[in-house]
């Protein structure tokens, strides 16, 4: 057990060294203001704008990759509940002094990133039907995990384990479509 303690205290460690270097980005006004916005739009607003959108383009084409989509989003939030719950971390913010809170959060704990989690999966099965949003749907994923760490939301394991879960979620879900 002290091999196991040590390393969780290393993560730990670079957990809070992480969450507060990246949280004096907010200090940069143009930074602070991108990832409340990609905070904001990974709320849900920007995946369900992509759904519509595919829908709107053509529907009985685009049907099945949206439904795909919002079944891989009620198995995140179905599993993103569940360990939020079991796990009860508190948030960085919360946790330590020198981070601050770039926006509200909107549930009591960090573990796992949710917004993470979701952006993840929906990229993943968007990009199997859809290839072609690559250049749009990667970087806003990206901006997504980062922005969840910089607004001082979620330690960076919070978004590792989010993304993992995720992508676990969008893989498993061609596997049995």
């Known amino acids: ?7 969780i205290e290393r993560i730990q ?7 507060e270097r990246s949280n004096r980005w907010l200090h940069v006004r143009a930074l602070r203001e991108l990832f409340r916005a990609v905070s904001w739009l990974g ?14 383009r053509d529907p ?24 939020k719950a079991s796990t009860s971390r508190p948030r960085p913010f919360q946790a330590l002094r020198h981070i601050s809170a770039g ?6 704990y960090s573990f796992p990133s ?7 999966a929906f990229t993943i099965v968007a990009l199997g039907a859809w290839p072609w ?7 806003f994923t990206l901006l997504t995990a ?9 330690y960076p394991s919070d978004v590792l384990a989010g993304a993992a879960l995720g992508a676990g979620i969008a893989a498993a879900s061609f596997a049995v479509a």
Do not use: Q
Not at 1 to 7: E, F, N, S, T, Y
Not at 133 to 139: E, F
């Open 1 to 7: 057990m002290p091999r196991l303690d040590a390393a």
């Open 13 to 19: 460690r670079w957990d809070a060294r992480w969450s």
């Open 43 to 56: 709320n849900g607003i920007f995946w369900y704008a992509l759904m519509l959108a595919m829908l709107l």
């Open 60 to 83: 009985r084409a685009e049907a099945l990759p949206v439904l795909h989509m919002a079944v891989v989003g009620a198995a995140c939030t179905l599993a993103y509940k569940l360990l």
């Open 103 to 108: 926006v509200a959060p909107l549930d009591a």
């Open 114 to 120: 949710g917004h993470t989690l979701h952006a993840v």
């Open 133 to 139: 949003l690559a250049p749009l749907l990667v970087p």
């Open 146 to 154: 980062a922005s969840r760490i910089a607004l001082g939301l979620h």
